[in-house]
């Protein structure tokens, strides 16, 4: 079974500060994906990222930067000089590998991240 | 062009009622997907079709039955709606292979009144 755990419910930063949040991620797949997902107060949920299980090196834009390490099963989500417009619930997930319409997104019960101005 | 379109955004509707939610895609991918977020936002899948067929089928009562009449359309629709089907519910798109990513629609609330 998979298994994606996101420990931090709910934070809050003032803005330009950097922030950090968490993914710890259990699954028996050798291949597997990992997602982090953006969810805005409009509705909406935004494709941020996919990393592979077989690429560790950790991924940048812009703001943005990723931290995937397989050793600790985390898939770690950095914003950098965070802004008011970043205030929303981010989600990360993890599916197994690509299999013709078998590869359902198990979900992190997601963060809140509120950017104070 | 809306890569991934959900109708109707809203649905308000009362217990009893039928109702379908349609979706639609443009990303010419294969599979295609149902998943609900309830109101804590807790987000799980509950149906994927792979051209047309049927592939994953969770834990969800028989009143939902999805349809996809083709590659680009995947319909659910709802019988005898009940109070704790209200949610939002999210149409996605994946792309399959190495490359294999998730797309979703802006999803529809449903409430049942």
């Known amino acids: 079974a998979q298994k994606v755990t996101q420990a931090q419910t709910e934070i809050s930063v003032v803005e330009k500060e950097d922030v950090t949040l968490d993914c710890v991620y259990e699954?028996?797949?050798?291949?597997?994906?990992l997602f982090w997902y953006k969810q805005p107060p409009s509705g909406e949920l935004v494709f941020l990222i996919r990393?592979?299980?077989?690429?560790?090196q950790n991924e940048i834009s812009g703001r943005y930067s990723w931290n995937f390490q397989k050793s600790t099963s985390s898939f770690n989500f950095t914003i950098t000089a965070s802004q008011v417009v970043d205030s929303a619930v981010y989600f990360c997930a993890l599916s197994g590998p690509s299999n013709f319409g078998n590869e359902k997104l198990t979900f992190g019960t997601g963060t809140r991240l509120t950017i104070i101005p | 062009d809306t890569a991934v379109s959900q109708t109707p955004k809203y649905l308000v509707t009362q217990m009893g009622n039928d109702k379908s939610i349609k979706c639609e895609q443009n990303?010419?991918?294969?599979?295609m997907y149902w998943y609900k977020q309830d109101s804590k936002k807790f987000l799980k899948i509950m149906f994927s079709?792979?051209?047309?067929?049927?592939?994953i089928n969770e834990t969800v009562p028989n009143r939902f039955s999805p349809k996809s009449p083709d590659k680009a359309h995947l319909n659910l629709h709802i019988n005898s709606l009940e109070l704790g089907d209200s949610a939002v519910y999210f149409c996605?798109?994946?792309?399959?292979?190495?490359?294999?990513?998730?797309?979703f629609g802006p999803g529809t609330r449903l409430t049942v009144t």
């Open positions: 996605a798109t994946g792309s399959g292979g190495l490359i294999y990513e998730q797309y």
């Open positions: 079709y792979n051209n047309k067929e049927l592939i």
């Open positions: 990393r592979n299980s077989f690429d560790e």
């Open positions: 990303l010419g991918h294969d599979t």
């Open positions: 699954t028996r797949d050798t291949t597997y994906y």
